[in-house]
C-alpha cells in the first residue's frame, strides 16, 4: 500500500506539473531573458511572455486548488476532529499535552499553506515582485528552518536529550 501511495503521488506530481511545463511550453517569449526572483516560478515566467497567458494562469489555478487547496481542507477537517476529541478528553493535564502537540504541528501547517494560498489562490494582479518573492521565501526557507525549531519547543527537557545524544 505504502509502495502504491508513493508511485500515485509521484505520478500525480509529475502530471500536474507537465501539463503547465507544456502549457508555458506553448507560450511565446519576446522580452527581457531575466527573472526578477529567487528562483523559476510560474508567476514570474508568465510576466516575460508577450502571449496570451489566460489559459495557462487559469489551469494554474485549477492545479493549485487540487494541490494546495484540496490538502489544506483536508488537513483543517481532520484537526476538527482532533479538537472534538481533545474536549472530550476528562483529564487536563492530558488535554493540554494533546493540545501542545497538536497546535506545534498546525502553526507549522498553517504558516506554509498560508504563504502557498496567498501566492498561488491570490489574484496576483498589482502584487508586487517584491511580495512574490518574500511569500516564496517563506514557504520555500522560513517554514523548513522553523519546522524543528518549533517541534524542538515541545521537549519538556532539552538538556536530557541532548545528554541522550552526547553518549
Known amino acids: 500500500l505504502c509502495i502504491k501511495m508513493a508511485i500515485w ?29 529567487f528562483m523559476c516560478d510560474f508567476s514570474p515566467l508568465i510576466t516575460l511572455s508577450c502571449s ?13 486548488v487540487i494541490v494546495v487547496l484540496l490538502p489544506f481542507m483536508i488537513i ?9 476529541t481533545i474536549f472530550s478528553i476528562s483529564s487536563v493535564i492530558r488535554r493540554q499535552k494533546v493540545f501542545s502537540t497538536c497546535s506545534s504541528h498546525l502553526m507549522v501547517v498553517s504558516m506554509y ?24 521565501l517563506l514557504y520555500t526557507v522560513v517554514t523548513p528552518l522553523f519546522n524543528p525549531i ?18
Open 52 to 64: 496570451d497567458t489566460s489559459t495557462a494562469q487559469i489551469q494554474s489555478f485549477i492545479l493549485a
Open 113 to 136: 499553506y498560508g504563504t502557498l494560498l496567498a501566492l498561488y489562490l491570490a489574484p496576483s494582479k498589482g502584487q508586487s515582485t517584491n511580495v512574490n518573492k518574500i511569500l516564496s
Open 76 to 84: 483543517i477537517v481532520s484537526y476538527m476532529f482532533i479538537l472534538g
Open 9 to 37: 503521488c509521484w505520478a500525480a506530481g509529475f502530471g500536474f506539473m507537465f501539463t503547465l511545463v507544456v502549457m508555458v511550453g506553448k507560450l511565446r517569449f519576446c522580452g527581457p531573458k531575466y527573472i526578477d526572483h
Open 150 to 167: 518549533i517541534y524542538g519547543l515541545r521537549k519538556h527537557d532539552p538538556q536530557a536529550a541532548n545528554h541522550k545524544l552526547k553518549k
